[in-house]
């Protein structure tokens, strides 16, 4: 699995920890770039702002994308990325707390690929994301490798 990324979006250092925590013990050992809010997930894909240095950089294999987040919300990420033909297709996971029916049906309805809800259990959490990595990492086939 090496060189696929993984594009973690989330502004709770808590699950930002608990997620990284997840990922190795599942022996998930690929790069973990992190995002801390909606306009720093943007500039990461698109090699804007601070990451700017990225130009030429490959997509990530898979963004995890929290939906309450800083400056720009989850499903305001997602549309911009739909609305884009470099991120049309890069997959996108909800990860989120959220048990709002309309998050679920806003994130479908924007291109999500895939709608998790956070188990507040660490052994739950830990399975949910060793399923999430065998999927999406693994077992999916994703769209061509796109460099900027």
């Known amino acids: ?65 929290d939906l309450k987040l800083p400056k720009l919300d989850g499903l305001r990420v997602l549309r911009r990325l739909r609305a884009d033909p470099r991120t049309k297709l890069l997959p996108v996971v909800l990860l989120t707390s959220s048990n709002e029916e309309e998050d679920l049906v806003n994130g479908y309805g924007l291109g999500a690929n895939s709608y998790v809800r956070k188990p507040v259990d660490f052994d739950q959490f830990r399975e949910a994301i060793r399923e999430l990595s065998l999927y999406w990492l693994v077992l999916n086939e994703p769209p061509p490798a796109r460099r900027r």
């Open 1 to 65: 699995m090496k060189g696929k990324i993984i594009l973690l979006v989330e502004d709770n250092p808590d699950d930002e920890a608990l997620m990284v925590r997840a990922l190795q013990k599942n022996n998930i050992l690929n790069e973990i770039a992190v995002a801390r809010d909606g306009v720093e997930a943007l500039e990461y894909l698109f090699a804007e702002g601070a990451h700017a240095d990225r130009k030429g950089g490959l997509m990530p294999q898979v963004v995890l994308l």
